[in-house]
């Protein structure tokens, strides 16, 4: 069937191509390659050390790889400085972490408007998008953050990831420090952002569960993505 009338095919929420890093004289990206398209989430596992943060940061924009491109929704965030990657960064990349993202002593919907307000600047409609988000996520009213469960934490981490609708997601191990229960349904509400929001989501983990969840699963080895085995996406 030819799709020759549908116009050209949308840039890929990411594409990595030949992405090449190397720390203390250690290569850690060796003309590494990752695509992934709007609607799609890919788990990324691998030993302690082989750069899994450190490709995230790449894609941040926070540090400068050695070669290669790095294009989120079209842009090479390796060419882009100041304001413009600024703007990369709050608007079109959403992301999650263990920690370190929400501030505890705001409440959470201080923490989720935040993320709102630094981008634009319509104040009450980034208050009333945060409650609603906090809302849709079952986020409790607290009145600081660290009174919150950790799957709580977490759910407002991802409120805030979600309050500028961003085409990616990125998540560093984000259930790293929940129990089962909650990790289950933190995992459960980030995969199936891709399918309910058309962003991509690019999540690192060492849980193999929660990596066999993504469509697909790479492993980080030797300074490239290669695909995880199967036994290795399915083994506690
Ligand atoms: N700013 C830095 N300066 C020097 N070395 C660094 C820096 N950042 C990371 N590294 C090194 O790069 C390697 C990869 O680190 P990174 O945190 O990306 O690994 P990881 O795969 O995420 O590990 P883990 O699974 O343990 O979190 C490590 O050896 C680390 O010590």
Do not use: W
């Not at 050209?8 to 929420?13: C, M």
């Not at 993320?115 to 809302?135: F, H, I, P």
């Not at 509400?189 to 193999?208: A, N, S």
Request: hydrophobic share 40%.
């Amino acid at each position: 069937m030819s799709n020759s009338d549908s116009g050209p095919a949308p840039d890929p929420v990411l594409r990595i191509q030949d992405l090449k890093y190397s720390v203390r004289n250690r290569a850690l990206f060796k003309g590494l390659q990752l695509t992934v398209s709007a609607g799609e989430s890919v788990a990324i596992t691998g030993p302690s050390g082989s750069g899994k943060s450190t490709l995230l940061s790449s894609i941040l924009g926070l540090i400068e790889p050695h070669g290669g491109s790095i294009r989120v929704s079209g842009a090479d965030v390796t060419k882009l400085r100041g304001r413009q990657l600024a703007r990369l960064r709050s608007e079109t990349i959403g992301t999650v972490f263990q920690f370190g993202e929400l501030l505890p002593e705001l409440s959470p919907l201080d923490n989720v408007a935040l993320a709102a307000l630094l981008s634009r600047s319509d104040r009450a409609g980034g208050y009333r998008q945060a409650q609603e988000l906090l809302d849709e996520l079952r986020v409790p009213r607290a009145g600081t953050t660290e009174e919150l469960s950790g799957g709580e934490h977490q759910r407002t981490a991802v409120a805030r990831a979600l309050i500028n609708s961003p085409e990616l997601i990125l998540a560093d191990e984000p259930t790293g420090s929940l129990d089962p229960d909650a990790t289950a349904r933190i995992a459960e509400l980030l995969f199936d952002l891709p399918r309910r929001r058309r962003c991509g989501l690019v999540l690192v983990t060492h849980d193999v569960e929660v990596a066999a969840r993504a469509d697909r699963v790479l492993r980080l080895e030797a300074g490239l993505l290669v695909p995880a085995r199967a036994q290795e996406a399915v083994q506690a």
